[in-house]
């Protein structure tokens, strides 16, 4: 039996790409209210535990429940859950030494290293066109490294420079994620992606219970359980979109984190963002539009390319 597909409306799909961006930069922010005294690993457990619930009661909604949790990968899972639970761990840990725009920006990095990696590991052909627009914005992400990586005078105190190094792994770990998320979906089902993500992601966060958890007090375990919560719901969204909409036509979307993250590091948390760091977005963001764009022509001229 075919599965009648949802009809295309772009303009709901925008709209739910950008609630999806706009619930993940609440979580983050969420999250770096209480990394002062709440150790990353433990986050992790809260975001990734508390999001199930959220995540089986939309496969419950959707009659979803016999289907949703078949995997006929499950080793494909556990290294996507692996490398993406490095990089929420690592994102995590960063928000508590650097502004969230700048852990915003340096996040950037992720899908200009898929790029790499995928011709690596993958065989990907990447042209020319998009190893420029990858060098560009590797060249946005080294400007926006710069004050926390020199060794001048007036530079970044030590914990900042740990706090870039420890984002850009995060960026790392999460295009790794990405690249075994690409082999995953060749034989597995989007809710079952969603569903063992949270699942082996709360597992392997329990691992660093040695490193010193902590019992949180009543407003950081609202704020952790809150931001597993909604943390379901921007997957739901996330989700949700690509029904309604090509996902080239709300990728770029993913930029708007951008002012969001603006607005709340802003009247939040006070953070100023400095001109180095708006140029190395800007430089970052432009260089992930144009492989966006280019990808949606090159998808555009197959399609139109009789066979």
Not at 1 to 30: D, N, Q
Not at 299 to 307: A, N, Q
Request: with cysteine; net charge positive; glycine share 10%.
């Amino acid at each position: 039996m075919c599965v009648k597909e949802a009809p295309m409306h772009p303009l709901r799909g925008i709209t739910l790409k950008l609630g999806a961006v706009l619930v993940f930069i609440i979580m983050s922010s969420m999250i770096k209210a209480t990394t002062h005294h709440v150790p990353a690993g433990e986050a992790v457990f809260f975001r990734s535990f508390f999001a199930i619930p959220v995540i089986v009661g939309w496969l419950a909604v959707q009659g979803q429940l016999r289907t949703g949790f078949h995997a006929a990968n499950p080793i494909g899972h556990v290294w996507r859950g692996l490398m993406g639970t490095m990089g929420m761990g690592f994102g995590f840990a960063g928000l508590g030494y650097l502004p969230l725009p700048e852990v915003t920006a340096i996040g950037y990095a992720s899908p200009l290293m898929v790029v790499i990696f995928a011709a690596m590991f993958l065989g990907e052909n990447v042209r020319a066109f998009r190893i420029i627009c990858v060098a560009l914005g590797l060249i946005g992400v080294l400007i926006v490294l710069s004050p926390r990586l020199s060794v001048a005078p007036g530079s970044g105190s030590q914990a900042e420079q740990l706090g870039a190094m420890v984002v850009l792994m995060s960026a790392l770990c999460s295009a790794l994620a990405q690249v075994f998320l690409r082999k995953l979906i060749l034989t597995e089902t989007t809710t079952a992606i969603v569903f063992y993500f949270s699942c082996t992601s709360a597992i392997i966060s329990l691992a660093t219970i040695p490193f010193g958890w902590v019992w949180p007090t009543p407003t950081e375990a609202g704020l952790l359980i809150g931001a597993g919560l909604i943390g379901g719901v921007g997957q739901i969204l996330l989700t949700s979109c690509y029904r309604y909409a090509d996902a080239s036509l709300v990728a770029p979307f993913d930029y708007a984190s951008m002012l969001f993250a603006l607005a709340i590091g802003y009247f939040v948390f006070a953070e100023v963002p400095t001109a180095t760091m708006l140029i190395g977005a800007a430089l970052v963001v432009a260089a992930g539009i144009l492989i966006i764009w280019r990808e949606r022509q090159l998808g555009l001229r197959r399609t139109d390319t009789p066979e």
